[in-house]
Nanobody, 125 residues
Framework: QVQLVESGGGLVQAGGSLRLSCAAS????????MGWSRQAPGKQRELVAA???????HYTDSVKGRFTISRDNAKNMVYLQMNSVKPEDAAVYYC???????????????????WGQGTQVTVSS
């Protein structure tokens, strides 16, 4: 089993920056990939970024060029650097981990097996 704990959420002005952190524990050896998702009121949860082996990354179009996902494998940490934030970025952000094998679709929520509790990001304009 894998446990994920997010932190770093808060209030940020539009155009500002924020960095979210995710600490992973438990069966770290089983993790194939990690990602960040978000869910705003009235909207479905969506994957915004994913990372494989600390090098290959994927981003949804709405955050591409603004958000950066990264990993520190030695510390079992995953980060989401959010730059040039927009009001539509406001949401609860969740860290996700995948432990299954087989085909992998990085930006699909059902591809992930473990989720954190979420951290709130609020954007003021």
């Amino acid at each position: 089993q894998v446990q994920l704990v997010e932190s770093g959420g808060g209030l940020v002005q539009a155009g500002g920056s924020l960095r979210l952190s995710c600490a992973a524990s438990g069966s770290i050896f089983s993790i194939n990939a990690m990602g960040w998702s978000r869910q705003a009121p009235g909207k479905q949860r969506e994957l915004v970024a994913a990372i494989i082996s600390g090098t290959v990354t994927h981003y949804t179009d709405s955050v591409k060029g603004r958000f950066t996902i990264s990993r520190d494998n030695a510390k079992n940490m995953v980060y989401l650097q959010m730059n040039s934030v927009k009001p539509e970025d406001a949401a609860v952000y969740y860290c996700a981990a995948r432990s299954r094998g087989g085909l992998y679709y990085p930006l699909v929520t059902s591809q992930y097996d473990y989720w954190g509790q979420g951290t709130q990001v609020t954007v003021s304009s």
